[in-house]
């Protein structure tokens, strides 16, 4: 098991993105409809919020509602927007203790307004605090994201040849924030799920067997400890790397 104290502060990646996979098969273990997982899914959220604030993270980013996940019945996707209301109602004064602001990426006006509200009311009360920020990419995709960025550089009438991948990134969902420095995606799959595809150009990816209602303190650590023992080229030689760190 990995602990704490076995996290290089100094090697902390700036950015840690999550695609929190598992709820439903973790309910039906417990023989429960899926709604069970995503209730039971809180608590590792908590976890992760509060590992990475202890370990120096910056930007944790979760994938929590995806642009596909519209297509579910729609009594799973009624019950996603209640536990969204929910759980922002009872984590604000945890995420207020911890010192973390939240912010959204996202398609958000296919989000209920009563939801947004509640959302916008979270983002405003925890708006000055400066120790980390947590995004929830909700009704997100790459795909989507990347094409609500080229109709806007449309609506720009920006000139083709003035286009380069700066401009792009200008118009991206996550202009204000650096790129990941490290994926973990729990459950077993290992795919990224049209999930910040732009953005991970060079990210180190963790894939982890845990369902995500059992992820804890401790599966952060050991996805911290495993970026630690990289060696991030970023297209470079090992040579060109250890002469930059030089």
Not at 20 to 43: C, L, P, S, V, Y
Not at 55 to 60: C, D, F, H, K, P
Not at 86 to 111: F, H, P, Y
Not at 197 to 209: D, P, R
């Amino acid at each position: 098991m990995i602990t704490l104290e076995q996290i290089d502060k100094e090697r902390v990646p700036q950015h840690v993105a999550i695609i929190m996979d598992g709820n439903g098969r973790w309910a039906m273990k417990q023989q429960h409809e899926r709604i069970f997982g995503h209730r039971n899914a809180f608590t590792a959220v908590r976890q992760a919020v509060e590992a990475a604030v202890q370990t120096g993270v910056r930007y944790l980013t979760l994938y929590t509602f995806s642009t596909e996940n519209w297509n579910r019945p729609q009594a799973e996707v009624d019950g996603l927007m209640e536990l969204l209301i929910k759980a922002v109602e009872e984590e604000t004064k945890t995420l207020m203790d911890n010192n973390v602001r939240l912010a959204m990426i996202g398609d958000l006006q296919r989000i209920p307004e009563r939801s947004r509200t509640m959302l916008q009311r979270c983002m405003n009360q925890t708006a000055g605090n400066t120790a980390m920020t947590l995004v929830l990419a909700l009704s997100y995709s790459s795909r989507w994201e990347v094409a609500e960025a080229l109709r806007k550089i449309c609506r720009k009438g920006l000139d083709p040849q003035d286009i380069n991948e700066e401009t792009l990134r200008h118009y991206l969902a996550t202009r204000d924030y650096p790129d990941p420095d490290l994926l973990i995606r729990t459950g077993g799959e290992i795919r990224i799920s049209n999930f910040l595809l732009w953005q991970m150009a060079y990210t180190e990816f963790y894939f982890s067997e845990q369902l995500w209602p059992d992820f804890r303190h401790e599966d952060f650590y050991a996805a911290l400890h495993e970026y630690q023992s990289r060696q991030r080229r970023f297209g470079k030689t090992g040579a060109q790397v250890e002469q930059k760190m030089a």
